[in-house]
């Protein structure tokens, strides 16, 4: 059964500092995305990536297929960007019925 | 352009009785799944749907049904609620099967009393 880790599960920073949240999986993906859930909201998509490195204001994504490993980085930090940040693969096979799986998140927070 | 769009945002039940949550989108998108999400757990897979008229089961699929008549709404039924069932609930969309951007709904925070 494909695992997505993410570390840390809880992350307490003060404001501007550069923050890092690594996922890792287990088998082979075709895609990685980055999702944003902040408090009692929705679920919005970041970043979808397949390899290299993607960036979005004060944001950063990095993969590394061969090394079954994802990055986000957050520049600056803000307590707006205080929020639980999920990592979802896309499998190859097996996996989700629908191709996904999910880590169970990275509850964020930046203190002012 | 609403996106995905999903009601009630909040609901309280009692055991045995049923509801419906409602999930629909505008983006004209052939893949459609409902999860859960529980506390210290990942977003848990329910039932999804390919393309209107196919439906299949996910990880969780007890206790829920789902049709997809259109391609637009996706509806997840309830059919007798159980404590069990309380969660939060979000219905997510995208074009295809693999590398295509995910969209989702609010969510719909359920309790089963």
């Known amino acids: 059964k494909n695992e997505v880790e993410q570390s840390p599960q809880n992350l307490t920073a003060q404001e501007g500092e550069f923050i890092t949240i690594n996922c890792s999986y287990s088998?082979?993906?075709?895609?990685l995305h980055w999702l944003q859930q902040h408090p009692g909201g929705g679920i919005v998509s970041l970043f979808m990536?397949?390899?290299g490195k993607k960036k979005h204001g004060r944001l950063i994504a990095t993969i590394n297929i061969q090394e079954k490993h994802s990055s986000l980085h957050i520049t600056a930090s803000h307590p707006r960007d205080s929020a639980v940040y999920i990592c979802?693969?896309?499998?190859?096979?097996?996996?989700?019925?629908?191709?996904?799986?999910f880590g169970k998140g990275t509850h964020l927070i930046i203190q002012p | 352009n609403a996106g995905v769009t999903q009601t009630p945002k909040f609901q309280v039940l009692k055991t045995g009785q049923s509801m419906t949550l409602q999930c629909a989108q505008d983006?004209?998108?052939?893949?459609m799944s409902w999860y859960r999400q529980d506390p210290g757990m990942g977003l848990r897979l329910i039932h999804y749907?390919?393309?209107?008229?196919?439906?299949d089961q996910g990880e969780v699929p007890n206790g829920y049904n789902v049709s997809r008549s259109t391609t637009e709404d996706f509806p997840l039924r309830l059919l007798s609620a159980a404590p069990s069932q309380t969660s939060v609930y979000f219905c997510?969309?995208?074009?295809?099967?693999?590398?295509?951007?995910?969209?989702f709904g609010s969510g719909t925070q359920l309790s089963v009393l």
């Open positions: 983006m004209n998108h052939e893949y």
């Open positions: 990536l397949s390899s």
């Open positions: 088998v082979g993906i075709s895609a």
């Open positions: 997510a969309s995208r074009e295809g099967q693999s590398n295509e951007k995910l969209f």
């Open positions: 749907s390919v393309g209107a008229g196919i439906t």
């Open positions: 979802a693969v896309v499998t190859l096979s097996g996996g989700g019925a629908d191709g996904l799986t």
